[in-house]
């Protein structure tokens, strides 16, 4: 039956059909709407747990947790709670507990404008906590998609082992659009790891062996186990090479845009090729190269100060051209007055 | 003979463990584990959970599924795992810095869900993993390289923070004093929902040297100099006393949301006032103060802003104050709070 519901409904709707039993989170918005209904759903179904934490570090480490416990968990936050949740992100890796953290992105750096949407915690995904990570993160742009790659996170999870990211703004998680779940059919990865009290394990953030002995004193052994996490977690992400392309008229010019800025652009679908990446970290390396090869002009359009810009960069070894939607102004005429200034002359 | 199956619940083939020759984390590690072999909790049923620092590798040496958390979060952790997993018996072996400092907020409001887990918490006073530094139990006055000339601030009192909330349960024990020490983890394991054991233990190398002592032995014996045991049924412990302090659910809560019903007297059957006979109750001469409100007369002597004066800003005593109040920045429900002791005439 086709209804009416929002990207935060759709983003719990598609957590609960993965079949997560637990949810910790601390109220913030644009995220909020999660919480409460997992609040709401734990009244309900006694196989859901949930937990209204004292605080983002709590809510994190509990999902962790939760999951280590034999839980399909995950959570949900803003900018500002993400920050806070970032030791729990590297300690999630570190004990290999299949989760979802969901961030709804608004204006920062710290409260920044509460709540202007954004997309500027790209960085955040893989640079907040100590040490080296490879988190997987999807980004999806309708309310439909969300369901989608709430699933596909959730199984990305499980196959990696590790804290898969939703990304998500402040405008998708309160945009309303009809959708049809129940006919969607996605497949969902089973929980393969063994839940806490079947054996003698240790869980540690430790550097540690295979088998979960403390090693600091080991750089062999911490390299064998960092390679293997590595190996795991770029294998399970080329499993999810996601993104979407149109090609259009300008055979110089292609636009980069992600989540709600690949809406707002959309309407240049005409004269631009739009390149979209949902599976935003790890970058897409490949496809970025094969997609960005014939093109002079490349033009990254993100809600913020050209992180994704510069991963793009980086990823195809070219020089690109920003156009930063910052403060929460995402208006098309704006967006395009910015590309006609970046083209002029060249 | 000892009993020593309890070594079946240890790691026995990493040991030598990492402790300093003299440390009471031993003692807590070898008491905690036979008791939990006496109970016959086991790695198929118990779990246990533990933060950073010297104390927090109590964990790793346990034959048991272990998780070694970030800094201050094994609180959280245990609550998320007793939460998906009721089947299970959480143990949470931590420290004072751990579970008091950095954890803090965790312990405040663990607490104040009452999980069923139990903690034990290895109070030696000090940071001993990082070289010494002053802790949030370090007692006043005392030197270490973080307070060169004695630690200014009043200790922490965990014990303190933990009985404000009910049920509770808070033992106090030393390492020293082996058989109360042996009841207290007995009688916390057992314990319904929340239970903390602060015992205090011995830091030698890191904390007992600067202080003046030799040996750890001679530390317990200061221990045995600080504290004395007390028996029975407490509400609360002084910081000099070792015992349990503990108490049930309180007999009556009231629901949260439920507001007391009030049984209210009928109209007529309340005494009548003229406005010239409210007028005398103006508060003077020792006589009650009472006002009018919608047609009827409270006493509110009781009213902390009358005390002493006749008047409250612009509230007089002894009047009909139903016009006074309307205009009042407070709402009436203030004058609800006070008992009616008449009516006005009409």
Redesign the interface.
Known sequence: MKQLLSGNEAIFQGAIRAGA??F?GYPITPSSEILQQAAARAEEDPGF?F?Q???E??AA??????S????K?FTATSGPGFSLMQ??L??GHA?EAPCIFVNSMRVGPSTGMPTQPAQSDLLQIKGGSAGDYYPIAFYPNSVEESFRLTVTAFNAAEESLSPVLLLFDALLSHLYEMADLDAIEVAVVPRTKE????????????AHDRMG??KTNDPEAYRDWLNDLKERHLQVADKYPLFEYFPGKDPDTLLIAFGITSRIVAPLKERFSIFRPIRIYPVLEKELKKVTQPYRHIIVIEGNDGQYASWAECAISRKVMRVPCLGGGFKLRWIQSQIEERLKGR | MINRSYKELLKMGRFPHTWCPGCGIGAVLKNVAMDLRELGWNDRNTTVVSGIGCSGRMAGYMNLDAVHTPHGRALTAAEAIKTVRPDLNVVVLSGDGDLGAIGGNHLLHTSRRNPDITVFCNDNEIYGLTGGQAGPTTPKGTKTITSPRGEIFQPLRLGRILTTQAPYFYARTTVYHLNHFKACIREALLWKGFSFVDIISDCIELNGRRLGFKTAHQMFKWFDERFHIVEGMRDHLKDDELGIAKREVEAEEVPMGKVEVKVEVKHEDLKTFTPEELKHFDGSEGRPIYIGYKGKVYDISASPLFQGEKKMRCHIAGKDLTKDIEIAPHGEDLVYHFPIVGRLKE
């Open positions: 039993g637990y910790a747990r937990l934490a004292e605080d570090i709590a480490i509990a999902t962790i947790s939760a280590l416990a034999g839980a968990s030791e729990a590297g300690w004990v839940p806490l009290g079947r054996g003698q394990r240790l869980f540690t953030g430790t002995n403390v």
